[in-house]
């Protein structure tokens, strides 16, 4: 019991980047069951059919109109109820089986919007989000571009999002694997922008073509004069870069008025509408209930 308990806290230690020590604890064991019993109705969730995808639409702040739409991992399961993506999808990466769920993602993502472009809606970029473990697949080009015929969605109407950090992970490969997407058309967005660490070596030399600024430095907008300045900083580098800007996390009418100020080319949040399933989008794309 004694080796198992070392060896439990051992695990800890090296998820915490390895240079650290972990005393046991009963609350360390609970976590390690809590995570176990996740694993396992996880690993039996794409045959039961637990996952939806949810729809968060992303609005032009020029036009006030949809012309984007993120694509949000939902799961239910029986046992546990709705867990949020940020606890299943790091035990999903762990037990290896974020690339069959992402490729299941993708493959709805594409369909779906397809689907609302012939039931005659305007086209608008779906984004999904990437795992680090996708971006590292050497063959997930391939994958991309089979989803996109197979759906016959075309290329400009994908956006993939990853953060920094996934980035960062292998920033070489990442290198190699955004230029093969560029080249399929897709669109390549930076996720939850300022939280995580970049180079700018690196940032100046991707191939991407957008920005989202993460929805913390938007929350204490307009008041906190340190986050007006953090996200004038974040526009001033897109700008710069020739990306565009979407601002995560819009909560207010405030924080809107505000943003529309700044010149960033779009807003997501909950001020327009939370992520939502497919009927209630396809309401949305008939009739928005902010204008
Ligand atoms: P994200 O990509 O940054 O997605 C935005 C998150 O912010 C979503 O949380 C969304 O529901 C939430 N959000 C949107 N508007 C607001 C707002 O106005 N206020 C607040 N407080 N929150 C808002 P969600 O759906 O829980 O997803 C969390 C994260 O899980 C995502 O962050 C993304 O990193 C990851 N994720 C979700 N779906 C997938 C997926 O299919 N694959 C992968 N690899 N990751 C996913
Ligand atoms: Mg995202
Ligand atoms: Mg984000």
């Not at 070489?172 to 970049?198: C, E, I, P």
């Not at 100046?204 to 993460?214: G, R, T």
């Not at 909560?251 to 100020?261: S, Y």
Request: aromatic share 8%.
């Amino acid at each position: 019991e004694l080796i198992r308990h070392a060896d439990t806290a051992m695990c800890f230690a090296k998820e915490r980047g390895r240079n650290s020590l972990i005393f046991f604890s009963k609350e360390l064991q609970e976590q390690v069951n809590a995570k176990k019993k996740i694993a396992e109705q996880l690993r039996g969730a794409m045959e039961k059919e637990e996952f939806i995808l949810h729809y968060q639409p992303i609005i032009s702040t020029r036009g006030n109109e949809i012309i984007g739409v993120e694509a949000l991992l939902r799961w239910h399961n029986d046992l546990l109820g709705d867990l949020a993506p940020d606890v299943f999808i790091p035990i999903a990466e762990e037990i290896g089986l974020i690339t069959k769920i992402g490729d299941w993602v993708l493959t709805q993502a594409c369909k779906q919007n397809k689907a609302w472009q012939q039931q005659g809606y305007p086209g608008i970029v779906m984004s999904i989000n990437l795992s680090f473990m996708e971006l590292g697949l050497t063959n997930y080009a391939a994958t991309v571009s089979s989803s996109l015929s197979d759906s016959q969605l075309d290329p400009q109407y994908l956006e993939l999002e990853f953060t920094e950090n996934t980035l960062m992970k292998d920033a070489k490969q990442s290198m190699v694997q955004l230029r093969q997407l560029n080249a399929l058309g897709v669109s390549l967005a930076l996720d939850d922008f300022g939280t995580g660490y970049s180079s700018m070596k690196y940032l100046s030399k991707l191939k991407l073509n957008k920005l989202k600024i993460d929805g913390s430095f938007i929350k204490n907008l307009p008041s906190s004069a340190i986050d007006i300045m953090t996200t004038r900083a974040i526009i001033a580098l897109a700008k710069q870069l020739k990306l565009q800007i979407t601002a995560e996390g819009v909560e207010t009418a405030a924080q809107c008025e505000f943003i529309e100020t700044c010149h960033i080319d779009a807003m997501q949040g909950y001020h327009f509408s939370r992520p939502i399933n497919a009927e209630k989008f396809t309401r949305l794309l008939q009739a928005p209930t902010w204008q």
